[in-house]
């Protein structure tokens, strides 16, 4: 008996499958005061796979949080990412196999519509930093630590988010290179901060939906991740609260956040009763 063919049997087939980062979904949420447990429930019970791993072309996600104390390490205060400083207490990481972007923000736009006419999506919360990022590759601090496809299985103890907006869009290639090939690596050396991963926005589809607001300085704007074997905070003194200087020292642009996050424990509440 022959195996009936369907779009499922002939998609895998055809088109890029290369064992490497294109694009990153990068979100920063805030749950509104009084459902921080209810959002992270439904974030872990039913976001985090229906709503991303369980899409085609996403190989790889992880949740962080950032407690009362993380919130308070963070600068500047006048930042233009945000605008209450504490804003944004979880924070997710998706990486997208490259050049399957556009298959998957199909899939994924498809998707959000479905689950929010089905009442599967939590509405009490506000996304404060996201977007669909493109990938401009890593600086790792030696040859020993995992490269970045495995960033988000490897068990990290804490991830930082650095934004620099560079004030010429046209000077965003230079400063990047300049991160990525000679601050970086010579800032993690010595130190428990074992990698970083570049990326840009991209704007978000027309038919998005519309609790995700436009992203804005899409031209503008570097995204830097930074993966630390240890607690970020081992390492904050000496590594990031430096960085503010440094980078705008370079006269190109603006450190705009620096904040760390430690991982969620799936499927626990661990964290939610320290987030205020």
Known sequence: MATKETPYSVLPGVGPYEVAIGTGLITMVEPHEGFDRAYNRWYEDDHFISGALAMPWMFAGRRFVATKELQALRFPHDSAVLEKIDDGKYFSLYWITKDRHEDHERWSVSTNKRLFGDGRIHVERSHVFTAFQDYHGAAYRDGSVPR?????????????????????????????????????????????????????????????????????????????????????????????????????????????????????????????????
């Open 148 to 276: 970045d496809i495995h960033t988000l299985n490897y068990p990290y103890g804490g991830v930082v988010l650095q934004v620099v907006d560079i004030d010429d869009p046209a000077q965003r290639p230079t400063m990047l290179n300049w991160l990525k090939d000679e601050y970086a690596p010579t800032v993690m050396l010595g130190t428990e901060v074992e990698s970083c991963l570049f990326f840009s926005p991209r704007p978000l589809p027309d038919d998005k939906m519309d609790y995700a607001p436009e992203v804005p300085a899409v031209d503008h704007r570097i995204t830097m991740i930074w993966l630390t074997s240890g607690d970020p905070r081992e390492n904050w003194q000496d590594v990031f609260i430096p960085s503010q200087e440094a980078i705008n020292a370079q006269g190109k642009g603006r450190v705009e956040l620096v904040a760390p996050f430690i991982p969620t424990f799936p499927g626990t509440d661990r964290y939610v009763d320290q987030l205020r």
